[in-house]
């Protein structure tokens, strides 16, 4: 069925930073700038915002009185920090498995990107990717043709690592490229985040995961319920903090406002930035660019 456009989220809404509670700031300000390559943009005494340049990626926040979520509570899957070139993913990725080989996890080739994988050191997921050009991309049906095949991370390192990326491996831009949740159940999320918040299916994995997006991209959000099936309304803990949707303008978000509110989701609205949590008390906040 085909839906109007005051029903889905604009063609060029995109991700914002990824706000992570933390146990140890110091720590995980650490990880982030010297393994995984990002800029320490503003610091204060509970938080941090790392990024490149102006642009921020993951938002540090100090919470030391929390405990660690559950193993099979929902939360964060993995955040996904798209990089400009394969040069600048492969001096990341160079990066983390020099300073913290132990984080490593895996790595894949999707067809719409490649992919590598670690879990910081509380736990949180990340992904490290490059988009292949959209016109290698495949569609067939309005569902696009991802798969998980083996990459090989050495031979990646030695096909793309270069000496100046190892002496300094910020090169170019970056930015949260997706956010992938753990959730209870697919229904919900498809419920919450197609019919309600906008996002239009890319994929799905029987009724294990669902993949979404805005403007034909692979995905923007992913939710699973690999670890997590069955899981209720998180607890406050550590780990994800809260999810930034960007839209283009202030009609944008209005329109979002109005079709939350018609659902009948509680909304908090100061003007500039739209928020509510989904059905797993995972925290949304969609703000104009």
């Avoid at 992570?20 to 005494?45: H, N």
């Avoid at 920090?81 to 160079?94: G, H, N, S």
């Avoid at 300094?168 to 956010?179: E, T």
């Amino acid at each position: 069925m085909t839906r109007s456009a005051d029903d889905v989220l604009a063609p060029d809404t995109g991700m914002g930073a990824v706000t992570v509670r933390v146990g140890d700031l110091d720590a995980m300000i650490d990880y982030y700038r010297d393994a995984v390559t990002l800029q320490l943009i503003s610091q204060a005494t509970d938080s941090a915002v790392l990024g490149r340049g102006s642009t921020p990626i993951v938002i540090l926040q100090h919470a030391p009185q929390l405990t660690a979520p559950e193993p099979r509570a929902a939360g964060l899957f993995h955040a996904a920090i798209l990089f400009e070139t394969q040069a600048a993913l492969a001096a990341a990725v160079y990066s983390v498995t020099t300073k913290h080989p132990g984080t490593f996890i895996g790595s894949a080739d999707h067809l719409v990107s490649e992919a590598f994988y670690f879990t910081d050191p509380e736990g949180n997921g990340i992904e490290l990717y490059w988009d292949r050009s959209r016109t290698a991309w495949s569609w067939a049906h309005g569902t696009i043709t991802m798969a998980t095949l083996y990459l090989d991370p050495n031979a990646y390192l030695r096909q793309h690592l270069t000496e100046g990326g190892i002496a300094d491996p910020i090169i170019g831009g970056a930015a949260v490229g997706h956010v992938h949740l753990s959730v209870g159940d697919i229904a919900s999320a498809r419920d919450f985040y197609v019919d309600k918040l906008g996002f239009e299916t890319t994929m799905e994995i029987g009724g294990s995961a669902l993949f979404v997006s805005a403007g034909g991209y692979h995905h923007h959000m992913a939710m699973n319920t690999w670890n997590s099936s069955g899981a209720g309304r998180r607890r406050l803990t550590l780990g994800l903090g809260e999810v930034d949707i960007v839209v283009p303008g202030t009609d944008d978000l209005g329109a979002l406002g109005e079709r939350m509110r018609h659902y009948g989701v509680e909304t908090r609205d100061d003007g500039r930035m739209l928020s509510f949590d989904d059905p797993w008390a995972n925290r949304v906040v969609v703000r104009t660019a």
